[in-house]
C-alpha cells in the first residue's frame, strides 16, 4: 500500500480509473496526480484514443516526463452513482486491470481507494485478476501475471484503508488458492473446472421476508446462486469451492468413450483426487 504516486524508485505502470462522462471519459478519484502530470489534458488523451469509460474497457498511455513510470493504464469504471463508484465495479475494474498488466514487474492501483470497503474491494479485484493457473505450461510467453502491485491509498484514511487491502488480499489469495487446489485435481483427474464468478447483484434473489435467507433463488443463474447461497455457511477464512455438477452428471446420449448413458459421475475423480492430496498434506 502507497499514499503517494511513486517518484522514485520507478514502476512499470500507474493504474488510473475513468468513468464515462457526457464528452468522454472523466479520470476517478485517485487519479488527481496522473491527471496533473498530464497537464491537466488525461481525459482528452483517454478520448483521443478512443476511450469512453465503460466497465472493463482498458487503454494503456506513454507516461508523461514528471511520473516515475513508463505506461499510465487507465481501466473504466462504467456508470456509477456518485463520485465515486460502486464496490463491485471497483472489485472488477481491478481485475480487469490486472489482466492487462500481466507480464508487468511493479505496478500501482490509484484507483479510488479511500476507504476500507473500498481499498477492500481493490484489493480482491487485483489478486483475483491476476490469477492465472501455469503448473503444467512449459513456454514461456512473457504473460506472466504482475509481479508487484500497490494501491495508493489517502493518508487521512491510512489505518482503515489498511485493513480493507489486508483483507481483500487474504480474500483473493484464499480463493486463488482454492482454484489451483481445484483446477490442478480436475486436470490430474482426466476432467475439466474452472472458476465461475459469484455476482453481489445476485444475493438479492436469496433475500426471504420470513427468515435470514430463501432455501432457492432465481431459477436463472443457477450455479452461480448456489454458490452465493454456500458462502453464507462458511466462516471467514475457511477456503472453500463448489463443484456444480447438474450438467454433465446425467447423459442422455448413446455411450462414448467411457462416458456411459444416464449417470455419468462427473466430478467424482476429481473429489477422489482432492481426498487424496489431502491425505498427503497436499490440501490443508
Known amino acids: 500500500m502507497t499514499t503517494s504516486i511513486p517518484a522514485s524508485p520507478r514502476v512499470d505502470c500507474i493504474v488510473v480509473g475513468a468513468a464515462p462522462g457526457p464528452e468522454g471519459p472523466v479520470p476517478a478519484p485517485g ?20 476511450m469512453t469509460g465503460a466497465a472493463g474497457e482498458t487503454v494503456k498511455v506513454p507516461a508523461p516526463a514528471g511520473l516515475a513510470a513508463d505506461v499510465v493504464l487507465a481501466v473504466g469504471l462504467g456508470d456509477a452513482a456518485g463520485d465515486v463508484p460502486a464496490v463491485e465495479a471497483l472489485r472488477r475494474a481491478a481485475g480487469a486491470a490486472a489482466r492487462a498488466l500481466a507480464g508487468t514487474g511493479r505496478a500501482v492501483l490509484a484507483l479510488p481507494a479511500d476507504t476500507a470497503e473500498t481499498a477492500q474491494a481493490v484489493a480482491t479485484g487485483a489478486v483475483l485478476g491476476a490469477y492465472a493457473f501455469t503448473a503444467y505450461r512449459t513456454l514461456d510467453d512473457g ?25 481483500g488480499a487474504v480474500i483473493g489469495e484464499e480463493t ?57 455457511f462458511v466462516p471467514d477464512g475457511v477456503p472453500w469451492a463448489h463443484l456444480d455438477i447438474a450438467g454433465p452428471a446425467y447423459h442422455e446420449g448413446a455411450p462414448h468413450g467411457y462416458t456411459p448413458a444416464g449417470g455419468t459421475g462427473a466430478a467424482v475423480r476429481t473429489l477422489v483426487r482432492l481426498a487424496e ?8
Open 176 to 232: 486463488n488458492r482454492a482454484r489451483d487446489r481445484v483446477a490442478d485435481a480436475a486436470t490430474r483427474s482426466g476432467e475439466q473446472a474452472w472458476p465461475m464468478p459469484l455476482p453481489t447483484d445476485l444475493r438479492a434473489s436469496l433475500d426471504s421476508p420470513v427468515a435470514d435467507i430463501a432455501n432457492t433463488g432465481e431459477r436463472m443463474g443457477g450455479a452461480l446462486v448456489a454458490g452465493l447461497f454456500l458462502r453464507e
Open 277 to 284: 492430496d489431502a491425505a498427503e498434506g497436499r490440501v490443508r
Open 143 to 167: 504473460r506472466a501475471p504482475v509481479a508487484e502491485l500497490a494501491i495508493l491509498t489517502p493518508e487521512r484514511t491510512r489505518a482503515d484503508t489498511a485493513a480493507g487491502v489486508h483483507r
Open 31 to 50: 487519479a488527481d496526480a496522473v491527471d496533473e502530470a498530464f497537464g491537466g489534458v488525461l481525459a482528452g488523451t483517454l478520448r483521443l484514443l478512443g
